[in-house]
């Protein structure tokens, strides 16, 4: 799909990767509205967007995770910028390490990193196989692919995102609506920082497996793998290649990847 005069919601678009595709689709031509449970956040990245590009972009704040917020969303982007053609499900949080997280801290997990986008898909998916045409993005993880260590919550609803994603593609595919899932390992970001933050071994240990793992992309460089990912139409955008190897070793022998994950968990633990 070309991005250009198209119009884009962005969610979790005030800062990191959600900022990042915002300004990228805005540089190739779309409108764009900027969603975050930061209205500031939101404001500033749409702000940098219009001095640049006039009249492309918007700020919302919002809680993407709520049906009525969401729906807020997407009347003002069709009022003022017109039907929307591109959604962004790029909020997310992170969680607790270990089992301490409560039954609170597991729904809000679920309905930020997974039930937002199911919640979204259930207002746009029908409009857009009317028009035969609409792109859904989900930005999970890396973790939703193979593991995180540390946090339950983020590895758990990851997967499940990854799961919906996949489900969105095999049933509305074939009705004009696109789906692409990001599955990114290390991005500087809040985000990755927040295990080591937190000063529980295991949250260290779990930032220091993302940051081992691979390459540290800044944001900028998801996005522009992003925006290819989505003029080509690819499902798995893998802005880190060695997940896909990671995933074939993991699939291929379960038992084994599941031992060797043990032994890098044990390694990290040991200088956390």
């Not at 509205?33 to 990245?45: F, G, Q, R, S, Y």
């Not at 994603?165 to 927040?194: F, H, I, N, Q």
């Not at 690819?234 to 190897?245: K, N």
Request: with cysteine; proline share 3%.
């Amino acid at each position: 799909m070309k991005v250009a005069r198209k119009v884009a919601i962005v969610t979790g678009g005030g800062n990191g990767i959600g900022g990042a595709i915002a300004e990228r689709l805005a540089e190739q031509g779309a409108r764009v509205l900027v969603a975050d449970l930061d209205p500031k956040a939101a404001t500033a990245v749409a702000d940098r967007i219009n001095e640049r590009h006039s009249g492309s972009a918007l700020a919302e704040g919002a809680d993407i995770a709520d049906s009525e917020q969401i729906r807020r969303v997407i009347e003002r982007a069709e009022t003022e910028l017109g039907p929307v053609d591109l959604y962004f499900a790029n909020a997310g949080i992170g969680g607790a390490p270990g089992l301490d997280a409560d039954d609170a801290s597991w729904d809000r997990a679920f309905d930020v990193n997974v039930r937002a986008h199911i919640r979204a898909a259930q207002q746009l998916v029908p409009g857009w196989v009317e028009r035969g045409e609409g792109y859904f993005v989900t930005t999970a993880s890396a973790a939703g692919l193979l593991t995180q260590i540390g946090s339950a919550t983020y590895s758990v609803t990851k997967h499940a995102a990854v799961a919906f994603a996949e489900w969105l593609s095999v049933t509305y595919g074939d009705r004009g609506v696109r789906v692409s899932c990001l599955c990114p390992m290390g991005v500087e970001t809040k985000l990755m920082r927040s295990g080591e933050d937190s000063g529980d071994p295991l949250g260290i240990a779990a930032t220091r497996a993302v940051i081992s793992a691979g390459d540290v992309l800044q944001p900028a460089e998801v996005a522009d793998i992003v925006l290819d990912a989505v003029d080509r139409e690819t499902f798995l955008i893998l802005p880190h290649e060695s997940v896909l190897t990671m995933y074939r070793q993991k699939s291929s022998d379960y038992d084994r990847w599941l031992r060797g994950m043990r032994r890098y968990q044990s390694s990290l633990l040991e200088h956390a």
